[in-house]
């Protein structure tokens, strides 16, 4: 049987357009890629660039006020969101014709559609075109959950918030995972009055509990109100903006209203189960280890199949896609260890696993510091940093770090390394400090502050 394509993808993020470029630009392989928004998918066009971006705008009030602790005479107008606004919009523009280019140099024949399972073998495009291909790859990512409740249309999600005409004076952040978490400290850092109510006990669910805790600290250290085992019951439009009535009785008014309360893959309407493709409960793709469903020619990778929603991970998917079924490499993603960092501020970076999971599994040994950083501390700020590491007793092995602090994201990035490569508490203690640094406490620990 003859097919118009090798290789068909539904989808144009990280995800599948890594996919689509090893398959046909390495590996020689007739592939076509269908998406039906803009090139570049959640991560480059609303999620991880332009959020973090709004990161950096957020921090600079703190930078001039430190800078005037250290002499200079620095001062800070307002913020300009029109301004702000405007440049991002003209850098994501660059970003996605760069992964246009991208395709389009690797030899991919891109249709700017949204495309629906048909059978095994073909899709349908909007314009009603069918096309063919020996297999297809659905890389559809994830969106925003808004739970149903009474004015829920009222509320944005992190889709729209980079959109906003103006910024909102006051905000509630509903929401306690890191995406809630990361944009309630860029508003508050933006000068937004933030309130962030949570269902939980504590935000930043799965990550350590200390660090966890640590960041929650700090957050309302700055500013942000945080409700934990606080939820909305109903949003109501009022004169001056949207009232927001709670699970803990409170009644407020605020000038936008933003869920961050998890993500969901972008399934419906593909066709899929009629195929046969399984979905789980949570509506993902469930697929192997080398991301095949059910239907042998039907391939899925990163957020649709809600394994590890992370850029880097989609794209080691797609990578590993390519290289198994047009490479002639049986390639599979280990997806027990990542290293990953959450932009609130302070910043945490972590990898491995936290203490609680580590001393379910194994005896461990947990070294810990939190201490004063040098540069703010001679500000007169009370910024904290928190360093830890979780050591197996019995090979002594790194089985977890999480670090709070400014450049954690940096920092966690080079200890992933180490730690993948399975360094052990001797080896981190036979390495030379750098100093004066704040990552010199991770090579510094000598004595456990807890075990068991």
Known sequence: ????????????????????????GTHGAKVALAEEYRMGGTCVIRGCVPKKLMVFASEY???????????????????DWTAFR??????????EKAYRGGLSGAGVTVFDSRAVLVDPHRVKLADGQTVSARHILVATGGAPFVPDI????????????????????????????????????ILNGLGCEVAQYYRGAQILRGFDDE??????????????????????????PVSDGIRAVATNGSD????????????????????MEALGVELGRNGQIVVDDYSQTAVPSIFAVGDVTDR???????IREGHAFADTIFGGQRRKVDHGLFASAVFTQPEMGTIGLTEEDARAQEP???????????????AGRPDRVLMKLIVSQASRRILGCHIVAPGAAEMIQLVGIAVTMGATKEQFDATIAVHPTMAEELVTMRSPVRTG
């Not at 509903?174 to 978490?181: E, L, R």
């Open 1 to 24: 049987m003859s097919f118009d394509y090798d290789l068909f993808v539904i989808g144009g993020g990280s995800g599948g357009v890594r996919a689509a470029r090893i398959a046909a």
């Open 61 to 79: 009030p703190d930078m001039v006020a430190e800078a005037r602790a250290y002499g200079w005479d620095a001062q800070i107008g307002s913020f």
């Open 86 to 95: 405007a440049k991002l919009d003209t850098e994501l523009t660059r970003l």
């Open 150 to 185: 009474p004015g829920h249309d009222l509320a944005i999600t992190s889709n729209e918030i980079f959109n906003l005409d103006r910024l909102p004076q006051r905000v509630l952040v509903v929401g306690g995972g890191y995406i809630a978490s990361e944009f309630a400290c």
């Open 211 to 236: 660090a966890r805790g640590h960041v929650a600290e700090a957050m309302r250290d700055s500013g942000v109100d945080i409700h934990c085992g606080t939820d909305v019951m109903r949003l109501e």
């Open 252 to 271: 407020r008014v605020f000038d936008a209203v933003l869920f961050a309360t998890g993500r969901r893959p972008n399934t419906q309407g593909l066709g």
């Open 308 to 314: 590890i929603n992370l850029t880097p991970v989609a």
């Open 364 to 378: 461990i040994e947990v070294y810990a510091t939190a201490f004063r950083p040098m540069q703010t501390a001679f």
